[in-house]
């Protein structure tokens, strides 16, 4: 009889561990996703529009009258606070579309950097469409060469911003997204041959800058996101 049962014993325990393994498996990649769960990058590209005035002189520079527009590119590293809220940096650096002529053949060359921090509400994460908006607090430098002088206005500014993910399969994400951003330069910088200078404007006025453009994302679903 203790002959019969031990060959019966062993294919059970054979059986066992060939339906445990899957079920480890599992669980492994459950445990580690291969990607932290507290972690989203995300990368943006779009175009800003300008308006309103880069001081308040009594005759301004308007910033329109500096800018066509900007072809940014925005790189965005985001902490997850729970499901739903993202906090953190963000940069962007654009390719200048100039307006202002430094003769009729040539445009006269600028740029623009902008850098700061941000906080977004996912509002249905754990949807195919992931709604979002925020709101970003930032720093914008935008410079202008107008020989012999190279000029730069510097400033905080703040972006309300939003849009929406669509999850395209496992943790990749692209979707659309549209800002508006108002602030103010308080310092102006003035370098020629001859030396610089810098100081704090004291007429100020408010500029605007209006975006649109795509996003991609990677993040993996918060298990609370699961239903």
């Given at each position: 009889m203790q002959t019969l049962l031990r060959p019966a014993a062993r294919a059970l325990l054979t059986l066992s561990l060939l339906v445990s393994v899957p079920t480890f498996a599992d669980e492994q990649a459950e445990r580690d996703p291969g990607f932290p769960r507290w972690l989203a990058l995300s990368a943006r590209g779009g175009y800003l529009m300008?308006?309103?005035r880069m001081d308040g002189a009594a005759e301004p520079l308007y910033l329109y009258e500096v800018y066509k527009g900007l072809f940014a590119a925005i790189v965005e590293p985001?902490?997850?606070?729970?499901?739903?809220v993202e906090l953190g940096p963000w940069v962007q650096l654009s390719h200048a579309q100039m307006r202002i002529r430094c003769s009729a053949e040539r445009a006269c060359k600028g740029s623009n950097l902008r850098f700061g921090l941000q906080g977004n509400l996912?509002?249905?994460?754990?949807?195919?469409?992931?709604l979002w908006s925020g709101v970003a607090l930032g720093y914008d430098t935008t410079a202008l060469s107008v020989p012999p002088a190279e000029i730069t206005y510097s400033g905080p500014d703040v972006t309300l911003q939003a849009g929406f993910d669509k999850n395209f399969g496992g943790n990749f994400w692209a979707g659309l997204f549209v800002s508006g951003t108002a602030g103010q330069y308080d310092t102006l910088k003035v370098r020629m041959l001859g030396g610089s200078g810098r100081e704090s404007l004291r007429e100020r006025a408010l500029h605007l800058w209006i975006g649109f453009g795509f996003r991609v994302r990677v993040a993996v679903p918060h298990p609370s996101d699961k239903s």
């Open positions: 300008p308006g309103g985001t902490l997850r606070i729970g499901s739903r996912h509002w249905n994460p754990s949807g195919p469409i992931d």
